[in-house]
């Protein structure tokens, strides 16, 4: 494609074709309109922003899922996204077109709108960039800071560690991993697409939660110090306690990655003090989960591995999916 704005034609056919499916959308993307409007009656809005930068296949759902899981994490319920696609100049209508209609797809997975954004052709950069912005609404006595955890809370992960690392790495890299990978693993990472969303859990565990976090990049590690760093708290995890699939233990494996460090959307850490109501909750509503530490006084973060050994997390990690794509 030739560098500058995206073709209006292109945009007109896979964009600017879609009719508000919300009641609380009051300006969709048009021709010409570099903003959208949504009613958001007596609601708080909630809005974030996340690039795309580790992802080469679904880029574009990846995008949605990121900033609902942000959003999600404050309590909020997703309502629309903005995304900025910026394209390398060898690359080809088709793969742009591709990014849209994975973008719409996550959309309509969600319930959400695309509001707009920008598009372009670019040489600055040297694969597909997505930068998103979610807008959500939540209650005033429903919304959740991840500074609020408190002494003697418990930590809740759930599903599994490791899920959209997995996820990426089997995209990228399918035909090498498939060589050791069972077909029950294979079937397992695909079917990931539907588990990289913690929209669910986290309309659930808002009546329950002190603090939510999604965990993405740097993994548990990665959540957990973020957490800690903003309510002034430490923690112990135990690794006994985490329950990790086979097949993100394979791919972790392969490629000598910690999964513990691993970008990991499609799992919500949550401290509580009524973790026994909110374990029940979840599960009722088949979402597994597990309780795998406690929020501490003194601010230090201790993992402490299956055979003992005391491991402090005192730095923000390095994901480990950088070390092969």
């Known amino acids: 494609m030739k560098i500058g704005k995206i073709p209006i034609e292109i945009l007109e056919e896979h964009v600017f074709d879609q009719k508000p499916e919300r009641s609380d959308i009051l300006l969709a993307p048009a021709i010409g309109e570099d903003s959208a409007a949504v009613d958001i009656k ?71 709108q695309l509001l707009g954004g920008h598009s372009e052709v670019s040489p600055v950069v040297t694969k597909p960039l997505i930068v998103s912005t979610g807008f959500g609404k939540v209650q005033r006595d429903m919304l959740i800071s991840t500074s609020k955890a408190k002494v003697g809370d418990k930590i809740i992960i759930t599903k599994t560690l490791g899920i959209e690392g997995t996820f990426i790495l089997y995209n990228e890299k399918k ?45 548990l590690f990665g959540a957990i110090f973020e957490v800690c760093k903003a309510s002034g708290k430490g923690a112990r995890i135990y690794e006994e306690k985490i329950v990790l699939s086979s097949s993100v233990k394979k791919v972790s494996s392969f490629y000598n990655l910690n999964p513990y460090k691993l970008i990991s959307s499609g799992s919500m850490l949550i401290t509580t003090d009524k973790e026994n109501e909110l374990l029940y909750e979840l599960k009722e509503k088949g979402i597994d989960c597990c309780v795998v530490g406690e929020i501490i006084e003194e601010p230090k973060i201790e993992f402490i591995s299956s055979n003992g050994e005391i491991i402090l997390i005192d730095e923000l990690p390095i994901d480990e999916i950088y070390k092969v794509v």
Request: glycine share 6%; hydrophobic share 40%; proline share 4%.
């Open 175 to 219: 035909e090498k991993l498939k060589t050791f990978l069972t077909p029950e693993e294979v079937s397992e990472i695909e079917n990931y697409i539907n588990k990289l969303s913690v929209i669910e859990e986290g309309l659930v565990a808002r009546k329950y939660a002190s603090s939510m976090h999604d965990i993405t990049e740097g993994g």
């Open 42 to 112: 007596s609601d708080i809005a909630v809005i974030t922003m996340d690039p795309i930068t580790a992802a080469g296949s679904m880029i574009g759902y990846l995008s949605v899922v990121v900033v609902c899981n942000d959003l999600a994490a404050a309590g909020a319920e997703p309502i629309g996204v903005l995304c900025t696609v910026l394209m390398p100049p060898e690359s080809s209508q088709e793969e742009f077109i591709q990014i849209l209609q994975d973008i719409k797809e996550a959309c309509k997975r969600f319930n959400i």
